[in-house]
């Protein structure tokens, strides 16, 4: 799995209840372009603990 698409699958789970509530889609794409932009920093190893935090399988 590429770390878009773990960003695209975490950015999905955090706008889940009882997470958070999405508003709009707007909302959604900017966590994912947050996301995308952040994991380009991190190790695979770093962003599987943040996806297990949200309950998503790498």
Same mark, same amino acid.
Do not use: W
């Given at each position: =799995?590429? &770390?878009?698409?773990? +960003?695209?699958?975490?950015? %999905?789970? =955090?706008? &889940?209840?009882?997470? +958070?509530?999405?508003?709009? %889609? ?20 770093d962003i ?11």
């Amino acid at each position: =799995m590429t &770390k878009d698409q773990l +960003a695209l699958k975490i950015s %999905l789970a =955090m706008h &889940k209840p009882p997470n +958070a509530r999405i508003d709009t %889609l707007n909302a959604y794409l900017n966590t994912y372009k947050c996301l995308c932009n952040y994991f380009k920093e991190l190790s695979m190893e770093d962003i599987a603990g943040i996806a297990s935090r949200y309950g998503v399988n790498v």
